[in-house]
């Protein structure tokens, strides 16, 4: 059971806490019918900045039956999970970030914010909005290639070794804030709540937190979280502190609210590099678009590699293993 039950109910997965209150979203379906309003997310892309995830964008994109959600900044980027100024607004202020729908050939909509894998309370947002049968994809990418990426890609103009030292220290004040608090909120709210259903005595650090055998209401972990944002402010910084690196961590809490592995693509840009048209052709029937004529029969372009299929898994079981 919950340890608030009369505030947030388990059952109901279209609530997370936001400022120690419950909101609770309108859920609606998306409709892809011309000339309709209801525009919004079918599909998110959770992979971090330069892993890949633009490129998997623009590849469905390309079919017309895909849609991108955009901003002023950035092609297929919305950032609506991640501002309260955008999702404080609900699902009508979603679809303003999507074209209207013209082709009645178009499957799905798409939003690939990169802040979406780093940010701790996204995947509640996302559960609420969007709803437990939402498709992800999650790009991933040798870290120490992507973080030499990021280095460039953001014009950083500390020297890089200084640069992993700063961000090493602030991730780990940023952990040890986390851990710290976690376990002080779990024994004050044992105390608040004056019931043993809210004792875990089986919890030792903060992973446990998104162990369901700890913690199996979505609603409790929840609740934590949105205490844990709030009094480790660092935490508003963790995509520029490794945390777009800890790739098995973000996995894990994207999979404790949609624990459904077949609504989840993973790949790497490795990959991707490696056997193109074999990851396409495999990303596409996860999304459920058309394959392009000239991926349909064609073999991947570099003779060095075997004609072995990639395996749409290995890199998921990976990550699931490192995660233990």
């Not at 890609?153 to 890089?160: L, V």
């Not at 199996?216 to 949105?226: H, L, T």
């Not at 490794?242 to 624990?259: C, D, H, K, V, Y």
């Not at 072995?308 to 079981?317: C, E, F, G, R, S």
Request: charged residues 25%.
């Amino acid at each position: 059971s919950a340890l608030f039950p009369g505030l947030l109910s388990a059952s109901s997965s279209s609530c997370f806490w936001h400022r120690e209150k419950p909101y609770c979203v309108e859920r609606e379906a998306p409709s892809f019918a011309p000339g309709s309003a209801k525009r919004w997310p079918t599909i998110l892309g959770i992979g971090p900045a330069k892993s890949g995830s633009t490129i998997t964008a623009d590849m469905l994109a390309s079919t017309g039956e895909v849609i991108l959600g955009s901003t002023e900044c950035c092609r297929g980027e919305t950032q609506f999970l991640v501002k309260e100024e955008h999702y404080s607004k609900g699902l009508s202020q979603y679809a303003t970030f999507f074209p209207d729908v013209t082709d009645e050939g178009v499957v799905a909509f798409y939003d690939k914010t990169p802040q979406y894998d780093t940010d701790f309370l996204v995947p509640f947002r996302a559960l609420a909005f969007l709803g437990p049968s939402l498709k992800l994809v999650f790009t991933v990418r040798n870290p120490t290639d992507l973080d030499a990426s990021q280095y460039f890609h953001f014009k950083i103009t500390t020297f890089y070794p200084d640069w992993v030292k700063l961000r090493m220290t602030s991730y780990r004040a940023l952990a040890t804030c986390r851990e710290t608090y976690f376990l002080k909120l779990q024994h004050q709210t044992q105390h608040q709540t004056g019931t043993q259903t809210a004792v875990r005595t089986n919890v030792t650090n903060l992973r446990d937190l998104y162990d369901p055998r700890a913690y199996p209401d979505i609603a409790d972990v929840s609740y934590f979280e949105d205490h844990l944002s709030r009094t480790c402010p660092d935490q508003k910084n963790h995509n520029y502190m490794l945390g777009s690196t800890l790739f098995a961590e973000n996995l894990r809490r994207w999979l404790r609210l949609f624990p459904t592995k077949s609504n989840l693509f993973c790949y790497s840009n490795e990959q991707l590099l490696r056997h193109r048209n074999d990851v396409t052709r495999r990303l596409f029937d996860f999304v459920g678009v058309d394959l392009p004529p000239d991926k349909k029969e064609s073999p991947d372009d570099d003779a060095a590699h075997t004609r072995t299929p990639v395996d749409a898994n290995q890199t998921l079981n990976r990550l699931l293993a490192a995660s233990e």
